[in-house]
Each structure stands twice: as C-alpha cells, then as structure tokens.
C-alpha cells in the first residue's frame, strides 16, 4: 500500500512568513556547514533581522536592522547609516565584530552570503534596489562573494513575486533614468544565488511541497502556500505553521 497523502491550505502572516523563511536558512545545509566551519554574514534587511535571531539564538533590534525598504508614506526609502546596526557576522558559529573591510578579506569558497532582495520574476531571478549610486551592500560584498565562490543565499518573501523580468527591469530603470519616483530613485540589480522563500523553507523543515497560491491580504504581506505530502508531514507542517502565526506579531 502507498503512504497517505494529503493537503492544506496555509495563510502566513507577514511576520510568520519571515519567522518561517528565516528557519528555513537555518535549516539549509550550506549555511548549516559554514556556520561549523567557516564565515556567515547576515546583511541588513527586515527579513535577514529574522535570519539574524534564528543563526545566533539572540534577539535583534529589527527596526534598526533595516536598510533600504518600502514605506506606504514615504515610498522607497532607506535608515541612515548612524541609526543602522552592524550587520550579524559569524565565524565558526561565534559571533564576531568585524567591519566591511575585514569581512572582503577573509570572505572565501565555502562561506556564506545572507543577502536580501525586493523582488523575485516568474524565472527566480532576484533583483535588489539600488538607490546608492555605488550600489550599497551589493556594490561592497556581492561582486568580491562571486569571484571567490562564496555561496549567496536570498532570503525573501513569495509576496514578493513579480510578472516581469528582472534583466528587463535592469535595462530600464536606473537613478538617473527617472524623472519622479516616490522616495528614492532606484536602480535594479539581479542577484545570482539560492532563493529561500516560504516554499523552499516548507520543504526543507517539512519534507513536503509548498505553492504560492496568492499574497497581500488586509496587512499587506500574507501568503497562501498550498502543502502537498504525505500525510503526517503535512499535518505536522500545518500544525506548526498555525502556531508560527500566533507566536509572531508585528516588528515594524
């Protein structure tokens, strides 16, 4: 006889779907041996502050772990530098006070990235907004990580999916292409690494299928993941996720 299969339907709050994907870096087998045996470096952004809690088993002032973000307000804006906090840096699981350029210096093969994006197209390409005119944390970390073979991970939320193409979207906008922009003008950078969503997170702390069925509901980041499995890992995967929304309240 076969192993039972089941299904469900799961609506994340925008706090428990950033718990949930922050678990899932956690979780990931590349991240899991860099954090034994080399450098982890956990960027700043409002979904990393999570990943930031999950690798070193401490709370993070969230609020100042943001960089650039999206207000309802303000529009694209960005923290200025003195009100930011450090971003998280951990050698061989420990916590370390390294700045930038200590960082570009032991960064090698077999490290890790954690970098943020804003944005993910039908094909998985990510793509970052730029309002630096050096490019920000991308400009600094990004191009040395590829060079050497550091692994990047992306965490980010599937509320975050777009019906365009992010190497379209590289080709059009730009800072000095706008005439008006609501907040900072931006550019657009597509970031090559490992996306981790809700949907890989399912799968790598569950063992089964995650979809994105659809986003945004009255507090303007839900996502509705279908699961697919057998039947005990679903049941236990809806179970925790049920209590990851009541545990998570709002941050920002």
């Given at each position: 006889?076969?192993?039972?299969?089941?299904?469900?339907?799961?609506?994340?709050?925008?706090?428990?779907?950033?718990?949930?994907?922050?678990?899932?870096?956690?979780?990931?087998?590349?991240?899991?041996?860099?954090?034994?045996?080399?450098?982890?470096?956990?960027?700043?952004?409002?979904?990393?502050?999570?990943?930031?809690?999950?690798?070193?088993?401490?709370?993070?002032?969230?609020?100042?772990?943001?960089?650039?973000?999206?207000?309802?307000?303000?529009?694209?804006?960005?923290?200025?530098?003195?009100?930011?906090?450090?971003?998280?840096?951990?050698?061989?699981?420990?916590?370390?006070?390294?700045?930038?350029?200590?960082?570009?210096?032991?960064?090698?093969?077999?490290?890790?990235?954690?970098?943020?994006?804003?944005?993910?197209?039908?094909?998985?390409?990510?793509?970052?907004?730029?309002?630096s005119p050096t490019g920000g944390t991308v400009g600094r970390f990004v191009?040395?990580?590829?060079?050497?073979?550091?692994?990047?991970?992306?965490?980010?939320?599937?509320?975050?999916?777009?019906?365009?193409?992010?190497?379209?979207?590289?080709?059009?906008?730009?800072?000095?292409?706008?005439?008006?922009?609501?907040?900072?003008?931006?550019?657009?950078?597509?970031?090559?690494?490992?996306?981790?969503?809700?949907?890989?997170?399912?799968?790598?702390?569950?063992?089964?299928?995650?979809?994105?069925?659809?986003?945004?509901?009255?507090?303007?980041?839900?996502?509705?993941?279908?699961?697919?499995?057998?039947?005990?890992?679903?049941?236990?995967?809806?179970?925790?996720?049920?209590?990851?929304?009541?545990?998570?309240?709002?941050?920002?």
């Open positions: 006889m076969g192993t039972e299969k089941a299904k469900a339907v799961m609506v994340l709050s925008p706090w428990a779907s950033r718990r949930l994907i922050a678990k899932g870096v956690a979780a990931y087998p590349p991240v899991r041996r860099a954090l034994e045996e080399g450098l982890v470096v956990v960027s700043l952004g409002t979904t990393n502050a999570y990943v930031a809690e999950e690798l070193c088993g401490e709370p993070v002032d969230k609020a100042r772990y943001r960089a650039g973000y999206i207000d309802a307000w303000d529009g694209l804006c960005a923290l200025p530098a003195a009100e930011r906090a450090r971003p998280v840096v951990l050698h061989r699981g420990r916590r370390v006070d390294w700045g930038p350029e200590e960082i570009l210096e032991r960064l090698s093969a077999g490290d890790v990235l954690i970098k943020g994006a804003n944005v993910i197209d039908p094909q998985g390409i990510c793509g970052v907004f730029a309002s191009a040395a990580a590829i060079a050497r073979g550091v692994e990047i991970v992306i965490p980010l939320s599937r509320s975050k999916s777009i019906h365009g193409s992010v190497p379209d979207l590289v080709h059009r906008l730009g800072i000095g292409r706008l005439r008006h922009a609501s907040g900072d003008p931006i550019g657009i950078y597509p970031l090559v690494g490992t996306p981790i969503t809700e949907t890989e997170a399912v799968r790598l702390l569950y063992g089964v299928s995650a979809e994105h069925l659809g986003s945004c509901g009255l507090q303007g980041g839900e996502v509705v993941l279908l699961l697919e499995g057998e039947s005990g890992a679903v049941e236990r995967a809806f179970s925790e996720l049920v209590e990851l929304n009541r545990g998570e309240t709002r941050t920002f």
